[in-house]
């Protein structure tokens, strides 16, 4: 690997006699690991373990996910291990309390997936993504993940702002100049400048600016990015403390974790360097917002113009009887289409329409279209689905696969109706089964476009 002579100008300074170590690391093979959805597959495997995230797994080689059905199910997401250490900040910040999490930047949902995994069902987890084809992926790995308690939106930060003092906990994955990923996206060395350094340094003291009054007082901003340099972390850290008057936080790291810590000041902050820890570049910092935690109750909001007006329309009880639980649920009805959303955080989700731009909330049940119900994939893949309300169909892997690419069914032994298609245990999707063939229903946009199989994908859970 070649690197920017800029970049080993301000790079080596701070490794010391760690550089030579360090650039030896980044010739070697990303390594690849999963993080699993224990509410989908709780049979964890036996496998190398993510010493900082209980759930994650490095794998021995790289697979053809493509091909694993159970990645559609939504039974695992494939994370970088280093950025699975945001879970610390809720397994010892957070615990078991009822917040409102804000992910500003989520897209493609690594982040948002394992927050939602980690925080209480009465909680409520904004996903914000600003650019609207990423705000669509990230939407769909949310589905995937199977979370009711879920708002994916699409807006600018300063958007968020006048949202005041909404949120109990705001994390930045902030948009940075990539070192830390230097060795797994050699476009990221090409993007590279000192120029672009310090713009990424500028943008991002705007985009914290831009959202902080969003952030009650006492509330919690975790603060990461995936580059080396103290401009974009360190610095803005305390750029964040001097200027907004937070406190940074420390969190308790076991030494066996091999993580760095700052470069300059002392400041508790975490860095994670591929030759010390098994992942790619991540920093991470906690800080808290000075001033009295005040009562949130007050938020409500008129319905933004812009957002279709939704009817809170009775809904005949054999399709609330998809989900279980479902008098936790209000269900409303907008454009014949039928949705689902936690009933203790309904005014939320109206405050939060009224002033963002919705992407998916909740669960998507289903389209009526004449006396038919048609029961839709955000239905399938929640937690929340009473799988007892549909006939049951366990299929094989290459019958998964089949759907999966949207191909015509048959399952002639089947009776006629909405089938629920189950691999291993976890439901993949619906067909509506008509006799002599069955309607694939699977989301033409999440289809598999490649018609190669490969031959040695095998199973490695």
Same mark, same amino acid.
Request: hydrophobic share 35%; glycine share 6%.
């Given at each position: 690997?070649?690197?920017?002579?800029?970049?080993?100008?301000?790079?080596?300074?701070?490794?010391?006699?760690?550089?030579?170590?360090?650039?030896?690391?980044?010739?070697?093979?990303?390594?690849?690991?999963?993080?699993?959805?224990? #509410?989908?597959? =709780?049979?964890?495997?036996?496998?190398?373990?993510? +010493?900082?995230?209980?759930?994650?797994?490095?794998?021995?080689?790289?697979?053809?996910?493509?091909?694993?059905?159970?990645?559609?199910?939504?039974?695992?997401?494939?994370?970088?291990?280093?950025?699975?250490?945001?879970?610390?900040?809720?397994?010892?910040?957070?615990?078991?309390?009822?917040?409102?999490?804000?992910?500003?930047?989520?897209?493609?949902?690594?982040?948002?997936?394992?927050?939602?995994?980690?925080?209480?069902?009465?909680?409520?987890?904004?996903?914000?993504?600003?650019?609207?084809?990423?705000?669509?992926?990230? =939407?769909?790995?949310?589905?995937?993940?199977?979370?009711?308690?879920?708002?994916?939106?699409?807006?600018? +930060?300063?958007?968020?702002?006048?949202?005041?003092?909404?949120?109990?906990? !705001?994390?930045?994955?902030?948009?940075?100049?990539?070192?830390?990923?230097?060795?797994?996206? +050699? #476009?990221?060395?090409?993007?590279? $400048?000192?120029?672009?350094?310090?713009?990424?340094?500028?943008?991002?003291?705007?985009?914290?600016?831009?959202?902080?009054?969003?952030?009650?007082?006492?509330?919690?901003?975790?603060? =990461?990015?995936?580059?080396?340099?103290?401009?974009?972390?360190?610095?803005?850290?305390?750029?964040?403390?001097?200027?907004?008057?937070?406190?940074?936080?420390?969190?308790?790291?076991?030494?066996?974790w091999n993580i760095h810590p700052s470069f300059e000041n002392n400041?508790?902050?975490?860095?994670?360097?591929?030759?010390?820890?098994?992942?790619?570049?991540?920093?991470?910092?906690?800080?808290?917002?000075?001033?009295?935690?005040?009562?949130? =109750?007050?938020?409500?909001?008129?319905?933004?113009?812009?957002?279709?007006?939704?009817?809170?329309?009775?809904?005949?009880?054999?399709? %609330?009887?998809?989900?279980?639980?479902?008098?936790?649920?209000?269900?409303?009805?907008?454009?014949?289409?039928?949705?689902?959303?936690?009933?203790?955080?309904?005014? #939320?989700?109206?405050?939060?329409? $009224?002033?963002?731009?919705?992407?998916?909330?909740?669960?998507?049940?289903?389209?009526?279209?004449?006396k038919d119900f048609i029961p839709q994939q955000s239905l399938a893949?929640?937690?929340?689905?009473?799988?007892?309300?549909?006939? !049951?169909?366990?299929?094989?892997?290459?019958?998964?696969?089949?759907?999966?690419?949207?191909?015509?069914?048959?399952?002639?032994?089947?009776?006629?109706?909405?089938?629920?298609?189950?691999? %291993?245990?976890?439901?993949?999707?619906?067909?509506?089964?008509?006799?002599?063939?069955?309607?694939?229903?699977?989301?033409?946009?999440?289809?598999?476009?490649?018609?190669?199989?490969?031959?040695?994908?095998?199973?490695?859970?």
């Amino acid at each position: 690997m070649i690197l920017p002579e800029d970049f080993i100008q301000k790079t080596k300074p701070l490794l010391g006699d760690q550089w030579v170590s360090f650039t030896e690391a980044l010739n070697e093979v990303s390594p690849t690991s999963i993080r699993f959805n224990k #509410q989908k597959y =709780s049979k964890l495997p036996e496998m190398e373990s993510v +010493p900082w995230c209980e759930n994650g797994f490095y794998l021995p080689q790289r697979p053809s996910f493509t091909f694993d059905p159970l990645f559609h199910t939504g039974a695992y997401y494939v994370q970088e291990a280093s950025s699975m250490f945001v879970g610390q900040v809720f397994k010892q910040y957070v615990k078991d309390q009822t917040v409102r999490v804000l992910d500003l930047c989520a897209a493609p949902g690594g982040k948002s997936t394992h927050i939602a995994s980690l925080i209480s069902e009465d909680s409520l987890l904004v996903s914000n993504e600003v650019i609207r084809s990423r705000a669509n992926i990230l =939407s769909e790995n949310i589905t995937k993940s199977g979370y009711p308690n879920v708002i994916v939106t699409n807006n600018d +930060p300063s958007d968020i702002g006048p949202m005041e003092s909404f949120f109990d906990v !705001i994390l930045i994955d902030a948009p940075c100049s990539g070192e830390g990923m230097f060795r797994k996206d +050699p #476009q990221a060395i090409e993007e590279w $400048s000192l120029g672009n350094v310090q713009l990424c340094e500028e943008r991002q003291r705007r985009i914290i600016a831009d959202v902080w009054d969003a952030l009650r007082p006492g509330g919690i901003l975790i603060y =990461s990015t995936c580059t080396y340099n103290t401009g974009e972390n360190e610095h803005n850290v305390q750029w964040i403390s001097d200027s907004l008057g937070a406190e940074i936080l420390p969190l308790e790291v076991s030494p066996d974790w091999n993580i760095h810590p700052s470069f300059e000041n002392n400041m508790p902050v975490y860095h994670f360097l591929p030759h010390l820890t098994k992942g790619e570049g991540f920093f991470l910092a906690i800080l808290r917002k000075s001033g009295e935690h005040s009562d949130k =109750s007050e938020h409500s909001g008129k319905r933004n113009k812009k957002q279709g007006k939704a009817k809170l329309t009775p809904l005949e009880g054999e399709y %609330k009887n998809y989900l279980t639980d479902n008098e936790k649920y209000t269900f409303f009805e907008k454009s014949s289409s039928w949705f689902a959303f936690p009933s203790v955080n309904i005014k #939320q989700f109206e405050y939060i329409v $009224s002033h963002l731009r919705l992407v998916s909330a909740g669960i998507y049940l289903g389209e009526i279209k004449g006396k038919d119900f048609i029961p839709q994939q955000s239905l399938a893949m929640s937690l929340a689905l009473n799988t007892s309300a549909f006939e !049951i169909v366990d299929i094989d892997k290459n019958t998964a696969i089949s759907y999966l690419r949207k191909e015509a069914q048959t399952f002639s032994e089947s009776p006629r109706g909405y089938l629920l298609l189950i691999y %291993k245990g976890i439901p993949l999707g619906f067909v509506k089964n008509i006799g002599n063939r069955a309607n694939n229903l699977y989301p033409n946009e999440w289809r598999i476009r490649s018609g190669y199989n490969p031959e040695d994908n095998q199973p490695f859970i």
